[in-house]
């Protein structure tokens, strides 16, 4: 089936496999050298950036229909997902936004002004993260284009999606501290340096640079391994790893290190 029929059935016939009017918006941040940034699609036919997102299939769990959006946008399988907050106002989705009647104009979408994708929607938030330097991002059959944007820089978006990702963002710093997000972040051996920059970027202030990895080592939370980095003339930094077990535990407790 090509993208325009795929999409024309999606209009007609899309609420025999989805699930009406309850969809997921995903915020996948994106982790890599100090940079933090969300991946934005370009949805076709309308004038601004949104969420990836999608539906629910009748067959679907949330979380296995969050992982799949999020899976077909990054090209990554199983990554870190967390559902964090629904979104349900009756104003929500704005449809001053989209000019129905214009698209309507458009063959492909001239049922799209009674099709049943048209009505008030719940919408379930989820965060994921990747390196997005691994990721390879692709847009969905209804989207013109999906790229990575620099957290800070993020336009006005359509609908309530800057919320959804104000309130993604708090949620993920709140949970740095009790969720494995960090070792989902870095790879499997790191130097002192690079878990020092993820905590600080996402937290958005300074840490001591210092007294951070102490601690960390301090409290059994990293090991440090015989072996080194060469990063350059002199410079050859131990790598650590996560100690597994305490670095649960110390979730478990909610333990800061700021």
Not at 37 to 53: A, D, R, T, V
Not at 109 to 115: D, Q, V
Not at 197 to 220: C, H, Q, S, W
Request: net charge positive; hydrophobic share 35%; proline share 5%.
């Amino acid at each position: 089936m090509n993208v325009f029929k795929e999409f024309e059935d999606f209009i007609e016939n899309g609420y025999k496999t989805y699930i009406p009017h309850v969809c997921i918006d995903c915020v996948i941040f994106g982790y890599h050298d100090h940079r933090l940034k969300i991946l934005l699609s370009q949805i076709e036919s309308l004038n601004g950036l949104s969420l990836p997102g999608g539906y629910i299939k009748r067959t679907d769990t949330m979380d296995e229909a969050a992982s799949r959006i999020v899976e077909e946008r990054t090209s990554i399988k199983g990554l870190y997902l967390q559902q964090y907050k629904t979104f349900g106002g009756p104003d929500r989705v704005k449809f001053n936004e989209i000019d129905l009647d214009r698209l309507a104009q458009i063959p492909l979408l001239k049922k799209l002004k009674s099709s049943w994708l048209i009505d008030q929607t719940i919408s379930i938030g989820y965060y994921a993260i990747t390196d997005f330097s691994l990721s390879k991002p692709q847009p969905g059959f209804m989207d013109r284009s999906c790229e990575w944007y620099d957290i800070d820089k993020i336009p006005s978006l359509l609908f309530d999606h800057n919320q959804m990702v104000k309130d993604a963002l708090q949620t993920l710093r709140s949970q740095l501290y009790y969720q494995p997000i960090a070792q989902n972040l870095l790879p499997g051996k790191f130097t002192l340096t690079e878990i020092h920059a993820v905590y600080e970027t996402i937290l958005d202030k300074k840490l001591d640079i210092r007294n951070f990895p102490k601690k960390m080592a301090f409290l059994g939370l990293i090991t440090k391994l015989n072996e080194k980095r060469n990063i350059g003339p002199h410079r050859a930094p131990f790598l650590y790893t996560f100690n597994k077990k305490k670095y649960k535990k110390a979730l478990e407790l909610g333990v800061t290190l700021s």
